[in-house]
């Protein structure tokens, strides 16, 4: 229900998108691409990769008004690992390897997971575009934690490891209303991408963003309150 979080999972994406050992395999919303109680992969990819998604959120009625817009203490997972099925076969020296030059053993694997973790933060906290939309996006960070697993499924080694950063959003726009940064440069950045899901997407947002409502109309949607409650402390306007 929340524009705020697709805009989010997306500007990770691309912050990461070529910058980790995983390269453009960057999945938006492969969910459960870890299984921790199992210890298990639950995507199926040919190579290392990254996988982002959105969990969890919060929003405080004060007042007794439910702010329905609003994205607080919302769980954003990065997730990437590895399987000894991923190696690719060196022919100089008839070996699997993870990348040329580093054999593809339990060490190498645990190496690979570490330095792409690194990699993750790196991207997430330069200075590109996509950083300074995330910078604009969260608005407080409460909570970093890392999780591992490792296992053995279908007789392939597999390891993996987890980012769970808890943090505040900003507040989903107000159809009609102004929209503030970064959000019309992330759906400029949508609209013009490779994948035309993504501009179908943009369009479907924009388009939900775009009729005009009256002062009043805005306040009763961001308060939830309905025309009664208005009425009763006598700022609701009647449609032309």
Same mark, same amino acid.
């Given at each position: 229900? =929340?524009? @705020?979080? #697709?805009? &989010?999972?997306?500007?990770?994406?691309?912050?990461?998108?070529?910058?980790?050992? +995983?390269?453009? =395999?960057?999945?938006?919303?492969?969910?459960?691409?870890?299984?921790?109680? %199992?210890?298990?992969?639950?995507?199926?990819? =040919?190579?290392?990769?990254?996988?982002?998604?959105?969990? %969890?959120?919060?929003?405080?009625?004060?007042?007794?008004?439910?702010?329905?817009?609003?994205?607080?203490? @919302?769980? #954003?997972?990065?997730?990437?690992?590895? &399987?000894?099925?991923?190696?690719?076969?060196?022919?100089? &020296?008839?070996?699997?390897? !993870?990348?040329?030059? @580093?054999?593809?053993?339990?060490?190498?694997?645990?190496?690979?997971? %570490?330095?792409?973790?690194?990699?993750?933060?790196?991207?997430?906290?330069?200075?590109?575009?996509?950083?300074?939309?995330?910078?604009?996006?969260?608005?407080?960070?409460? =909570? !970093?934690?890392?999780?591992? @697993?490792?296992? +053995?499924?279908?007789?392939?080694?597999?390891?993996?490891?987890?980012?769970?950063?808890?943090?505040?959003?900003?507040?989903?726009?107000?159809?009609?209303?102004?929209?503030?940064?970064?959000?019309?440069? #992330?759906?400029?950045? /949508?609209?013009?991408?490779? %994948?035309?899901?993504?501009?179908?997407?943009?369009?479907?947002?924009?388009? /939900?963003?775009?009729?005009?409502?009256?002062?009043?109309?805005?306040?009763?949607?961001?308060?939830?309150? &309905?025309?009664?409650?208005?009425?009763?402390?006598?700022?609701?306007?009647?449609?032309?």
């Amino acid at each position: 229900m =929340s524009i @705020v979080r #697709i805009l &989010t999972r997306y500007a990770i994406c691309e912050a990461l998108k070529g910058e980790t050992l +995983a390269g453009d =395999s960057v999945k938006d919303s492969e969910i459960n691409a870890i299984n921790l109680d %199992d210890q298990t992969l639950g995507i199926e990819e =040919s190579k290392p990769f990254i996988a982002v998604y959105t969990d %969890d959120m919060k929003a405080e009625f004060g007042d007794n008004r439910p702010e329905y817009r609003e994205n607080a203490d @919302v769980s #954003i997972f990065i997730e990437w690992g590895v &399987t000894s099925a991923m190696g690719a076969f060196d022919p100089e &020296t008839g070996e699997t390897v !993870l990348i040329p030059g @580093v054999p593809n053993t339990d060490r190498e694997m645990e190496r690979q997971l %570490d330095i792409t973790g690194r990699q993750i933060i790196d991207a997430l906290t330069c200075t590109m575009a996509q950083e300074e939309w995330l910078g604009l996006l969260v608005i407080k960070r409460h =909570s !970093l934690s890392r999780a591992r @697993v490792s296992g +053995a499924d279908d007789g392939a080694k597999m390891a993996a490891h987890q980012f769970i950063l808890k943090c505040d959003l900003i507040d989903d726009p107000i159809k009609g209303q102004e929209i503030i940064r970064p959000i019309p440069e #992330i759906l400029a950045h /949508m609209k013009a991408s490779d %994948d035309p899901a993504n501009s179908k997407w943009a369009e479907v947002i924009e388009e /939900m963003l775009q009729p005009s409502v009256s002062e009043a109309e805005a306040y009763r949607q961001h308060y939830g309150e &309905t025309i009664e409650q208005q009425r009763a402390v006598g700022i609701y306007e009647v449609p032309e």
